[in-house]
């Protein structure tokens, strides 16, 4: 899982709270993504970074909001507006110039009840 | 729009025997392609990326890719299972439409490696 890292492992919420999940690399990557895991879904890519203080929406962003306030974190929200909130994330980060390939967090694993 | 395919969701095979995990793909531009790696509950690791260059592209703990132009396919393969290959692995393909890195990732191939 190199150097990214998500905090909490495992996260328990109630229908209605909105729920940050953290996300940190030390690796030096100007881009990090947030993604989305779902059993037979693969992975869903929610908000993107290229730089700091700049970020994009990918493609299932309704109902979550991010920040870039600093190049090491990339930390995302889960609004009460996301209708589907369960599910395992995933954090990623890359280079950019020619490497191409993300480097994954180990994840963090939201139930909403 | 890109695109990419795996068409089976689970691969099972014996352990010493060879393996290949299925990959297809749709780009408009040059592919760029990636496998990755997942155990239970945990992150992505990544295996092996073709940018350019030979068609046979070796990666991590033995595995290897060959990448095939004409049947757009990127098949993952290892020479000898081990049981601790089992894994979900998922192959993806580079965003090509401009300077970001985004991927667009497979459904995912469950390989379970038998004893």
């Known amino acids: 899982d190199g150097g990214i890292t998500q905090s909490p492992k495992y996260l328990f919420r109630k229908e209605g709270q909105n729920v940050t999940l953290s996300c940190e690399q030390n690796?030096?990557?100007?881009?990090m993504y947030w993604y989305r895991q779902d059993p037979g879904q693969g992975l869903r890519l929610i908000y993107y970074?290229?730089?700091?203080?700049?970020?994009q929406k990918g493609d299932i962003a309704e109902g979550y909001s991010v920040s870039r306030e600093k190049k090491e974190s990339f930390p995302l929200t889960v609004t009460s507006a996301q209708k589907n909130p369960t599910a395992f994330y995933l954090c990623?980060?890359?280079?950019?110039?020619?490497?191409?390939?993300?480097?994954f967090g180990p994840g963090t694993r939201l139930t909403v009840t | 729009a890109q695109s990419v395919a795996q068409p089976e969701d689970q691969v099972n095979v014996a352990e010493g025997n060879p393996l290949t995990v299925k990959c297809t793909y749709s780009?408009?531009?040059?592919?760029?392609l990636f496998w990755y790696v997942q155990y239970p509950n945990r992150g992505l690791q990544f295996l092996l990326k073709?940018?350019?260059?030979?068609?046979l592209v070796k990666g991590s703990y033995g595995f290897e890719a060959e990448f095939n132009k004409s049947q757009t396919s990127f098949h993952l393969k290892k020479p000898s299972a081990l049981v601790s290959d089992s894994a979900l692995y998922f192959c993806?393909?580079?965003?090509?439409?401009?300077?970001?890195?985004?991927?667009?990732f497979g459904t995912g191939t469950l390989l379970a490696v038998q004893p």
């Open positions: 990623a980060s890359s280079t950019g110039g020619g490497s191409y390939e993300q480097y």
């Open positions: 690796l030096n990557h100007d881009a």
């Open positions: 970074s290229q730089i700091v203080n700049d970020f």
């Open positions: 780009v408009s531009g040059n592919p760029y």
């Open positions: 073709y940018i350019t260059g030979d068609n």
């Open positions: 993806a393909v580079r965003y090509d439409g401009g300077a970001t890195n985004k991927l667009i």
